[in-house]
Nanobody, 128 residues
Framework: QVQLVESGGDSVQAGGSLRLSCAASGFSHNRGCMGWFRQAPGKKREGVASIYTGGGPVYVADSVKGRFTISQDNAKNMLYLQMNSLKPEDTAMYYC?????????????????????WGQGTQVTVSS
């Protein structure tokens, strides 16, 4: 059973930084995709960043490119999202997700890629 548990969400002022963490268990960390998605009230879920856990392509949404960085620690089964220069429009519930089994080109962010494991989410609120 795959379990994903997010942490690190908080309320910050615009321009601030946060680091989200996702602890994965029951997941073969070197054979799939892991990513971060977000959903604001009244809006569709949006892919933020994703990575192939075996090393390879990283996908980052244009809306966060240059500000957010996705990384992983396979030894600890952890996924991270470093968020800098936060804006009020980054306010959302952030979800960790995994897709397994998957190849390195299966880790896109749009709705074609059917991530099959999801965490409960962690709230990020950015005030102006």
């Amino acid at each position: 059973q795959v379990q994903l548990v997010e942490s690190g969400g908080d309320s910050v002022q615009a321009g601030g930084s946060l680091r989200l963490s996702c602890a994965a268990s029951g997941f073969s960390h070197n054979r799939g995709c892991m990513g971060w998605f977000r959903q604001a009230p009244g809006k569709k879920r949006e892919g933020v960043a994703s990575i192939y856990t075996g090393g390879g392509p990283v996908y980052v949404a244009d809306s966060v490119k240059g500000r957010f960085t996705i990384s992983q620690d396979n030894a600890k089964n952890m996924l991270y999202l470093q968020m800098n220069s936060l804006k009020p429009e980054d306010t959302a519930m952030y979800y960790c997700a995994a897709l397994s089994p998957a190849g390195q080109f299966d880790c896109g962010l749009d709705s074609r890629y059917k991530y099959n494991y999801w965490g409960q989410g962690t709230q990020v609120t950015v005030s102006s």
